[in-house]
């Protein structure tokens, strides 16, 4: 669902292009929807005042806002394929530290994009356009509660939301999809819907090559009725696609995940998935530091960074990819019920979801206590190699005919030695079909 909104500087408005919008009217305002539950764009027109607002969901918006100067006026708008209607020369931003800054972090901290001129909201940001003018405004945060919460509430209160979530994801047939790995996020939802008795199809990705949890799975499946297990694998066939995978994000983001993400949709999209839940979401706001509101520094990391990280990587990749496909990814961890429960746990929880993992143990059954344990959350990129010895071909190949690789890098080794190695020549590549498909 995407949009493309020209404002001129005597405060007309129009949409040069709009699909999939939900429309809400009342006296002179229209308010335009854009994604889905926990995760969406609102736009609101009041033409006869001239003025425009846009404004995203907590954790930024399913799709990227970007803005830019043009004619008389400012054009906004979530996808740089549209960038064509208004005949915008696409330009690769020339500037060496973004490109740096994107290779070493998988997306850019500032309003910057990887095209020259072209500007994005970030996700805790707001726009307002009056009379002519264009002004970013920082939206609020959720802020620390210092309001203990025993066990059985934290519960509860997570049933209550998880729940919800389930009511929208059971079809027709009375059936759930659950995107299902071997940590404490979508084991709990699972728990969730096995106390309800929801019959559910459960869908994992492993790598046919290093990390795989589609054993875990497997047992944590065995332990309820009604669940049906169904898997899928990140192999060398995925870098063939790795074209579609570049056009699907557009830029935005990096991050090693998105080849198992990728294998997840099309394994969904196989089964004639329309929504799935996801526990993407709970690292972050089960994080202390979601709450503090520092400034990221140049290199970020999940734990001293997990708001940045969170809605800039983790739901952008998981979130672009699912919409690709046609499917509707539900998100119960980035509610903002969750968030205010996360909020009030925050130095329980520490950096990693102290709290959040003594409930889960206290409820799940003995059987998921024995599975469960948060486990690197991506398959490994040995997977899309057959051997060391592709992979050695892969990276000279880089070395000799990517324009953005720069012998005198050093490389972050965040991932160790081999792992982060394919991680930066992978990102090399990225950057290289990018500029293929988006600039002219």
């Known amino acids: 669902m995407n949009f493309m909104l020209e404002a001129d500087r005597n405060g007309r408005m ?17 308010v335009y929807i854009y994604g889905s539950k926990g995760s969406f764009t609102a736009v609101e027109i009041n033409r006869a005042a001239g003025r425009c607002r846009i404004t995203q969901s907590m954790l930024g918006s399913s799709k990227t806002v970007y803005y830019l100067e043009y004619g008389s006026g400012y054009v906004v708008f979530t ?34 994009t990887l095209v020259c001129g072209v500007s994005k909201l970030l996700p805790d ?51 759930a999809d659950i995107a299902l790995s071997g940590g404490y996020d979508s084991n709990l939802i699972l728990h969730f819907l096995k106390k309800r008795n929801v019959p559910v199809r459960a869908f994992s990705i492993g790598g046919r090559r290093g990390a795989d949890e589609r054993e875990t799975a497997a047992g944590l499946c065995g332990a309820g009725r009604n669940i049906r297990l169904l898997t899928g694998e990140v192999g060398p066939w995925i870098r063939n696609e790795y ?62 960074n997990p708001y940045e990280l969170g809605a800039m990587v983790v739901l952008k990749k998981s979130i672009l990819m699912l919409d690709a496909f046609g499917i509707t990814g539900l998100y119960p961890f980035i509610s903002r019920q969750m968030q205010k429960l996360g909020a009030q746990v925050m130095e329980e929880n520490g950096t990693s979801k102290t ?30 190699f057959r051997d060391p010895s592709e992979e050695e071909a892969f990276i000279a190949g880089v070395q000799k005919s990517n324009e953005f690789y720069d012998p005198s890098f050093r490389i972050s080794y965040k991932y160790g030695p081999g792992e982060s190695e394919l991680d930066y020549y992978l990102c090399l590549e990225y950057l290289r079909l990018f500029k293929k498909i988006f600039c002219d």
């Open 355 to 384: 709290r959040q993992k003594e409930m889960c143990r206290k409820y799940f059954d003995s059987r998921t206590n024995r599975l469960v344990g948060k486990k690197p959350g991506s398959t490994s990129l040995c997977a899309l």
């Open 79 to 112: 996808s740089l394929k549209l960038l064509p209607l208004i005949h915008f020369k696409r330009r690769f931003n020339p500037d060496r530290e973004i490109v740096s800054e994107f290779l070493y972090n998988g997306f850019i901290r500032s309003r910057d």
């Open 125 to 175: 940001e707001r726009m307002e356009i009056e009379c002519g003018k264009l002004k970013i405004r920082a939206s609020e945060r959720i802020r620390p509660d210092p309001r203990p919460v025993s066990l059985s509430e934290m519960y509860e209160r997570e049933s209550r939301i998880i729940c919800g979530y389930i009511d929208q994801a059971v079809s027709g047939d009375g059936n």
């Open 243 to 304: 074209e579609k995978i570049v056009e699907i994000l557009e830029g935005s983001m990096y991050e090693r995940g998105i080849f198992l993400q990728y294998a997840l949709a099309g394994l969904l999209k196989t089964h004639g998935v329309r929504s799935v839940l996801l526990g993407e979401g709970a690292d972050q706001v089960f994080n202390r530091n979601f709450y503090d509101g520092r400034e990221p520094s140049y290199l970020t990391n999940y734990n001293d």
């Open 14 to 30: 129009r949409f040069l292009y709009t699909e999939g919008e939900r429309i809400f009217e009342h006296k002179n305002r229209q």
